[in-house]
């Protein structure tokens, strides 16, 4: 009996080395037969770290801009929200961020619902974007009364949001126009208004419409360029900014089209990209049961 023991005993051992082995070899087996593409699992993680980067500044430079306008000490200054440029940076950079911070998790822990939740998103903007590309095109002439309205807008508040300020002066700069539809749409600004005599921006226009703005920037050359006698267009750009942008759209149309298939193509990319690892995955999950 004394010598039955260590054979059961040695057996025993013998038996659970095997059976260590065996796991062993069965994960080493896992790995190396892999489903998941790591090719397509770190492109997807490394491009929406990019993006998620973007996504932090688009919302760090809003929030910047919101702190430098006092928004945050008083949010009664957000009552012109539907026409803050703000938002143009703050909107987008949150689904951004939001969107990014999925794709990378998703890819990076090959967890299926984040994936799933990427794709599902990024599919609905694709389409919402097309769709707004193509009604935009198809009531293109209700487009372009939309804009004048909004310019109508902005020009109106001109001096009650620094923001829409900096946009309109940009806009009248660069694409070198004055108002909406022409300069005397300045009138309907409170300060610019003809009938505003104690203003020193009565009957004038921003400095932005200006002609020929050198180095030092005059703030003062649209002051009275619409008063009556006055030679406006020496001085100012008299065309209006919604005839100016539609002819640079005309003019530049293929760069345009160019930039938004681009754009498109990078979220047909990642839909696929996405639906391709969620399917390695599966497919690795199902081997291994």
Not at 36 to 62: C, Q, T
Not at 107 to 114: C, D, G, K, Q, T
Not at 263 to 282: A, P, R, T, Y
């Amino acid at each position: 009996m004394g010598q039955k023991a260590p054979k059961s005993y040695s057996s025993r051992s013998h038996t659970l080395q095997e059976s260590d082995k065996h796991v062993r070899r069965s994960r080493s087996s896992r790995h190396s037969s892999s489903e998941v593409s790591l090719f397509v699992k770190y492109l997807l993680f490394f491009a929406n770290v990019l993006f998620w980067l973007l996504g932090i500044a688009l919302i760090g430079a809003g929030a910047w801009a919101w702190y430098e306008r006092g928004v945050f000490d008083n949010l009664n200054q957000l009552t012109s929200v539907t026409i803050d440029p703000v938002l143009l940076l703050i909107a987008p950079g949150g689904v951004i961020f939001v969107l990014a911070f999925a794709g990378c998790i998703g890819a990076l822990r090959e967890n299926i619902s984040l994936l799933r939740f990427y794709s599902v998103i990024l599919g609905v903007i694709f389409f919402s974007e097309v769709a707004v590309g193509v009604l935009a095109y198809v009531y293109r002439d209700k487009l372009e009364t939309q804009v004048s309205d909004t310019i109508d807008n902005i020009i109106r508040n001109y001096r009650d949001n620094v923001d829409l300020q900096d946009l309109i002066d940009f806009l009248q700069s660069y694409f070198q126009c004055c108002g909406g539809r022409t300069y005397k749409d300045w009138d309907k600004n409170l300060y610019f208004n003809c009938s505003l005599t104690k203003s020193p921006d009565a009957c004038g226009v921003p400095f932005s419409c200006c002609r020929n703005q050198g180095m030092v920037v005059n703030t003062q050359c649209g002051y009275g360029v619409r008063n009556e006698g006055m030679d406006a267009n020496r001085i100012v750009y008299t065309e209006g900014c919604v005839d100016v942008i539609r002819q640079w759209i005309v003019d530049n149309f293929i760069k345009i089209v160019a930039a938004i298939a681009v754009v498109l193509l990078v979220e047909i990319f990642g839909v696929c990209f996405s639906q391709s690892l969620v399917n390695d995955i599966q497919h690795q999950k199902a081997k291994w049961r």
